[in-house]
Structures are given as C-alpha cells and as structure tokens.
C-alpha cells in the first residue's frame, strides 16, 4: 500500500514556491493537507476572533489549494482556520473559499467543522471533575468560562466522519496539526504509528528541512515505512533534521500527546535515501486508555500599548539606569494625575526593553555594559 499526502506549507497564508506545489501536484497526492492556525502568537487571536494573516494571503494559497483539489479530485483538509480555530475563523475561510470557487467555477462538497465549546457544557463538566488543568495552566472556574472563548483540539474523528459523508473539502476549528494529515491514512487502514509520525513530520511544511521556510513537503506512506521529500530542488532534508522536528512544540521528542493516544518514538530510525528523501522506520502509537480533547481558552485580561524609539546620544546611553527609573516614576505620576486616583499605578505595569545592550537575556547578559553608539528602547505598557 502507498498513501501519498501534500503539505504545501506551514500554514495557510504563509505562502510556498509555486515551482514545488506544482511538483506535488505532479507526484499526484491522495489528499491535499493544511495547517491554518497556531498558538505561538499568543492568545490575542482566541480573544479577539482575528486572524493572523491578512485575507490576501490566505486567498493567494487557498487558490491554489482549491484549483489542485479540483484537478486531482482529492481531499482537501484545513484545520484551526482562522489562526486560533474560532468559528469566526471558520466562517472567515469558508467566506473566502466559495469566493474563490464563484471566481473559478469549481464545485465541491464542503464540509465545516466547528471547535467553540459551549460554555453551560463545559462548566457542568466541570463540575463533574471531567476537566483537569496542563501545566502550567492557570486556576479554572465557572467566572472563568464565562468570560473566554474557549476551544477544543479536535482529533481525526471528525475529519473522519465528515469524509465519510462525502465532503471533499474540509474547514475544521482548532484541530491537532498532526491529524489532519493523518485522517486520511488512518482511515485507510495504514499503520497508526508511521501515519501519525507522517503527520508530525509534515504538520509545518518544510520547517524541518536543511532551510526552514515556506514551502512543502511531499509524504509516500507505506505499510513498514514512510519516506518524506522536500518539494524544493534546491532544499535538502537530513535524518537530523527530520528527527529533530519531533522537538518542535514537544517537551519529550519520544512520547508526543494526541487526543486518541501517544506517538512513540523512542525505536524511530531516520535513513537518507537522497540528499532531499528521508525513510522513517520503527514508530509505534499507543492508544489511550481514555480519549481527552485539549481546551484553549483566552478572555479579555487588559489593554497593552507600545512605544519604540531609539537614542544615539553617548551621554544618555551611560545613563540609562539612572534616566529609566527616572521615566517610570514621572509616568505613574501622570497615571496619578490623569485619572485623579482612579486608577492605581501599581496595576499597570512598565517595561524597557533596551535592545543593542540587553533586551534579548536580560540580567543574564554578560556584555550589558558593551553597548553600541545607538540603542533601540522598546516600552510597553499593560
């Protein structure tokens, strides 16, 4: 048996080669996969219900994912849509898609996967002790659920069933980047420890090539085996590199958490075939004995400005210890007078990041007092 799967980038919006989509179009995918969402920007885009990136981009790539669907007739799956898998960010890409498909001519059957989680069901499991916190989450309460927007990582089960149904296209909420790749080969029957590795490998695109960027990866998924390439000629992939992925995101790069189960891969091996082809042998899956959905959640904690400037004067620059300390004391004054008492200063919280001096380690740096003839000054105030 071999399963082919495309994964033409990262994530939605953040754009590939043309040169290697259209390479794996030609190697002629079973299903098309993508990745439209993340957390590693914060939980802005959970509280707030907008994207990342901007709509242009988002079109730019669903374009060509949607006219290869057409052209291969295969699935095509997007998950966590709209960054955080809001089911605005949902809403948003289907928005988008059937303006595409008006544009184009196509036809498809779509299917939407919602992930929000209603508020009165979570707070009753709650209450049954069904919910229980990851580290190092945050105390959770019935206030709590009340006031966030809160999300469930979804599995392949869902995709699943609604490929069972006939959908062609998907555009799932908040779902385990790994899933979506593996959907298609789980329901096939191939072997759950390689589909799931397969699926790690890929979820970012080529992040896990010799040059992270952009762009895709192509997987052949067989019963004792998969072997991963990078799409772009002029990029390479090595066992380190790909075996390296498996850190990405993960405490432990041998025991890696899924919904259903724990990809294992301490007796993985990785074996160059080319100098862009890797094989990956010997992964195992171990279900789980219960199955567990990830919640994220994000509420409105505080308003946040920021103010960068920069200084070239040597004088200053020698002072700034003293000059800061200086500056925040006249700015809590100014809180003091503005909002006549009010609001509190010592609720609202200053900082100066001093970047060419020791923004990036703080007090571990030991070149402080080697600084340049400019700085940059990055103040936020929250």
């Known amino acids: 048996m071999e399963i082919r799967v495309l994964a033409p980038t990262g994530v939605l919006g953040a754009g590939f080669e043309e040169t290697s989509f259209q390479r794996g179009i030609e190697l002629r995918p079973h299903v098309i996969a993508c990745d439209a969402g993340s957390t590693d920007s914060g939980p802005a885009h959970l509280g707030s219900g907008l994207p990342k990136p901007s709509r242009e981009a988002v079109r730019r790539d669903l374009r060509h994912l949607l006219l290869a669907r057409d052209a291969l007739r295969v699935p095509l799956i997007i998950g966590s849509c709209g960054t955080s898998g809001r089911d605005v960010g949902v809403d948003w890409v289907?928005?988008?898609?059937?303006?595409?498909?008006?544009?184009?001519?196509l036809h498809f059957r779509l299917a939407l996967i919602k992930s929000e989680q209603d508020r009165e069901y979570l707070k009753r499991r709650l209450r049954e002790g069904r919910i229980r916190p990851l580290d190092p989450a945050p105390p959770l309460d019935e206030e709590v659920i009340d006031r966030s927007h809160i999300v469930g990582m979804m599995g392949v089960e869902p995709i699943e069933a609604a490929l069972a149904q006939g959908a062609?296209?998907?555009?799932?909420?908040?779902?385990?980047?790994?899933?979506?790749?593996?959907?298609?080969?789980?329901?096939?029957?191939a072997d759950p420890g390689l589909t799931w590795h397969m699926g790690k490998t890929i979820e970012c695109g080529a992040a896990c090539a010799v040059r992270p960027w952009a762009d895709g990866l192509f997987v052949y998924l067989h019963?004792?085996?998969?072997?991963?390439?990078?799409?772009?000629?002029?990029?390479?992939?090595?066992?380190?590199?790909?075996?390296?992925?498996?850190?990405?995101?993960?405490a432990n790069s041998f025991l890696i958490p899924e919904p259903s189960g724990v990809l294992n891969t301490e007796w993985a091996t990785y074996e160059a075939l080319s100098d862009r082809v890797v094989r990956v042998t010997g992964s195992r899956f171990e279900p789980a004995e219960d199955y567990s959905v990830k919640l994220e959640g994000a509420a409105l904690a505080g308003y946040q400005t920021i103010a960068i400037g920069g200084i070239r004067d040597g004088v200053i620059i020698r002072q700034l210890d003293q000059l800061l300390p200086m500056a925040d004391g006249y700015f809590r004054k100014k809180?003091?007078?503005?909002?006549?008492?009010?609001?509190?200063?010592?609720?609202?919280?200053?900082r100066y990041l001093i970047y060419g001096r020791d923004a990036v380690l703080g007090e571990l740096?030991?070149?402080?007092?080697?600084?340049?003839?400019?700085?940059?000054?990055?103040i936020t105030v929250t």
């Open 365 to 378: 740096e030991p070149l402080r007092h080697e600084t340049g003839h400019e700085v940059g000054v990055l």
């Open 94 to 105: 289907e928005d988008i898609a059937r303006e595409i498909s008006t544009e184009e001519g």
């Open 223 to 250: 019963d004792t085996h998969f072997d991963v390439e990078v799409l772009d000629q002029a990029n390479g992939l090595t066992p380190q590199s790909v075996a390296a992925h498996t850190l990405y995101e993960n």
């Open 335 to 350: 809180i003091r007078d503005v909002f006549r008492g009010q609001v509190d200063p010592s609720s609202i919280e200053i």
């Open 168 to 189: 062609e296209v998907i555009l799932a909420g908040r779902a385990s980047d790994t899933s979506l790749y593996a959907a298609v080969p789980h329901m096939m029957g």
